[in-house]
């Protein structure tokens, strides 16, 4: 058990890796990574529960089923598409492969379902069209369970290490779970005071997020198992 409280070992663990680099690149990859990811399952999720089209349950299947492929199934197929269009070590390398979400799509979808038809037939009668009936109606009614899909999807970002370390080659690049692998290594695996620190300091704002926002998380996903 540790004996004091050893401030110095953030300044140690700040100053053994670029860490201020490391944190503007997961603030970036996982801001924009969100928004896009929760743009993409929003407009999915309001297609499948709204608009008819061809082939509609079959492609929603085929979209379900991808939940059960593991990620690193499809990690060699990226990383060579992503090499192809010339993104390695980039931040769009890093940010749009991980676009769509059929877990994301999924948890909204099912809050979609339980809008009342009734108000969606009566903006068609006022002549609202599909995105006037989404932004205005669908949307702001499945508020609760598009944050619990935000919160889900943001603390998987941050926490993402495979991806940005397959994809990226530069510290500059590097995110903070591969900062506090790169931390490691620089400390030799000795200074573990340092290595706890650059841990804390990696943790520390999901733990925020996820206390701030446990409750929305639990009663989003407890709303989306009913359909009422």
């Avoid at 993409?40 to 509609?56: D, I, N, Q």
């Avoid at 944050?147 to 970002?157: D, H």
């Avoid at 290490?161 to 931390?183: E, K």
């Avoid at 695996?189 to 929305?216: E, S």
Wanted: proline letters at 4%; one cysteine or more; glycine letters at 10%.
């Amino acid at each position: 058990m540790p004996t004091s409280l050893e401030l110095g070992n953030f300044v140690d663990a700040w100053n053994s890796a670029p860490f201020g680099r490391f944190f503007l690149n997961s603030i970036i990859t996982t801001g924009v990574g969100t928004a896009l990811e929760m743009a993409c399952a929003v407009l999915s999720a309001y297609a499948f529960a709204f608009v008819e089209f061809r082939w509609k349950k079959a492609v929603f299947v085929l979209i379900l089923g991808s939940l059960m492929l593991p990620g690193h199934v499809t990690l060699l197929v990226n990383y060579i598409t992503v090499a192809n269009l010339g993104w390695l070590n980039t931040y769009a390398g890093l940010i749009l492969p991980g676009m769509g979400s059929a877990f994301a799509m999924f948890l909204v979808y099912q809050q979609m379902r339980t809008v009342s038809q009734e108000l969606v037939d009566a903006a068609i009668m006022d002549g609202a069209g599909h995105w006037r009936r989404m932004s205005t109606i669908v949307v702001p009614l499945c508020t609760p369970m598009i944050v619990t899909g935000t919160l889900i999807v943001l603390i998987g970002k941050w926490n993402d290490f495979v991806w940005p370390l397959i994809v990226t080659s530069t510290a500059d690049m590097r995110t903070l779970p591969i900062g506090l692998q790169f931390l490691r290594s620089q400390e030799g695996y000795t200074n573990w005071g340092a290595i706890m620190a650059g841990a804390v300091m990696v943790a520390a704002p999901m733990l925020i997020v996820f206390f701030i926002g446990q409750r929305r998380i639990i009663g989003g996903i407890a709303a989306g198992a009913v359909k009422g």
